[in-house]
């Protein structure tokens, strides 16, 4: 697969049905109520009460010490590197990793570290793999310092690590002297999906995080979490680099409504994406297996046709207003969320397949 993903420039077409990204979303009538509602105060002085209230929600959920609001799951990620890291120290991953291919150099830049890909079934390695990736200890190998997985994996087509997977790649990581990093941006997609609680999935991490913008619907916005000198530190940098806000409440209170209300019902996402995967894997233009879609994330690829997935997707949204992702020469990405209902999906599953009847 190639990381290429479409160029983002704002739609000229109306959109119909937005299965581009589960960011997409957009706020509910009565999370923009509880927004309105928020009593605000100075958050880096600690005097915001609806930020507190989120962030102490969101610690007892993740099950650790101590939790910070970050305006971005990128904001995390990067933030936790540079914790655990020195410059020229190396951070394992998987390599279809958010980190890796969209976060602008971010570790480089601004952790100086390296990030080394782990070739990966889904976005999952295990722990042989990971133990073949670890560097021994010298003076010539930068230091293998960091495992970050994520969870669920994006460009894994929705993948949960399941509790075994994680326990014993963190274990080995753990028996190497690494430290561990959970990207955990649809975290809760797979909380619902697998039944195993966010505190056991994040028990074994040093840092966590969970993205309240993706398929929670909240306008933007993430919390990290891990022990107090962890987050301590976090802080240091959220200042340093202008991520210490004012009246963050109203956004944090969005974030509180969608924990409250929009978990459970990320089974209807999941829902609709196996239905989406079931109506256009029957295409024979589409290569697919149904059964790999755990979560809300459909990616596929196009066979036995000469378009590419640019151009099909382009030709979707300007012939039916339905948008999804093109990646590379034959890979498409289509994910659901809270805007979207199960008759969006049955007209999404048949105009895919329409088009491909159509086109060369
Ligand atoms: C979206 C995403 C991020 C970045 O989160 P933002 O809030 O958009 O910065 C990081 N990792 C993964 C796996 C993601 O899907």
Redesign the pocket.
């Known amino acids: 697969m190639s990381y290429a993903g479409v160029v983002p420039t704002p739609s000229p077409f109306e959109i119909s049905v937005d299965l581009y ?1 589960d ?1 997409v979303s957009r706020p509910t009538a009565g999370m923009r109520a509880a927004m309105m509602d928020a009593p605000v105060g100075d958050e880096q002085k600690g005097e915001d009460p609806s930020t507190n209230e989120l962030t102490e929600l969101a610690r007892q959920l993740l099950g650790k010490n101590a939790a910070v609001f970050l305006p ?6 990067q933030i936790s590197y540079a914790i655990h890291c020195r410059p020229g120290d190396e951070i394992l991953v998987d390599d279809t ?3 890796l291919h ?2 602008g150099g971010g570790p480089a830049a601004l952790a100086g570290a390296l990030l080394t890909p782990i070739t990966a079934d889904h976005g999952v390695f295990t722990a042989e793999e990971l133990d073949k990736a670890i560097r021994p200890p010298g003076r010539h190998a930068p230091r293998s310092r960091l495992v970050s997985i ?1 969870q ?3 460009l894994g087509g929705g993948r949960c690590w399941t509790l075994d997977e994680i326990t014993t790649v963190t274990d080995t990581a753990k028996g190497h002297g690494l430290q561990c990093h959970m ?1 955990g ?2 975290l809760l997609n797979a909380v619902v999906a697998t039944g195993v609680s966010a505190r056991e999935f994040c028990e074994p991490f040093d840092s966590v995080w969970l ?1 309240l ?2 398929g929670l619907g909240a306008p ?3 919390i990290l979490a891990g022990d107090v000198d962890f987050i301590e530190e976090a802080w240091r940098l959220k200042q340093r680099w202008g991520g210490a806000l004012r009246q963050s409440g109203i956004v944090a209170a969005a974030g509180t409504y969608a924990l409250r209300h929009h978990v459970d019902r990320l089974a209807d996402d999941h829902d609709h994406a196996r239905a989406l995967a079931e109506a256009i894997s029957t295409h024979p233009r589409v290569s697919l297996d149904p059964a790999r879609v755990q979560t809300n994330i459909v990616i596929f690829d196009l066979i036995g046709t000469r378009t590419s997935p640019a151009d099909l997707a382009d030709r979707l949204l300007r012939e039916t207003g339905i948008r999804i992702g093109a990646f590379g020469p034959s890979t498409l990405r289509a994910l659901t969320h809270l805007d979207v209902t199960s008759s969006d999906i049955h007209t999404a599953g048949k105009a895919i397949c329409a088009l491909l009847d159509v086109v060369e």
């Open positions: 990204s960011t971005s799951g990128t904001m995390c990620n990793a958010h980190a969209y976060e994520e669920t994996s994006n990207d941006a649809r993205d913008s993706k933007f916005g993430a």
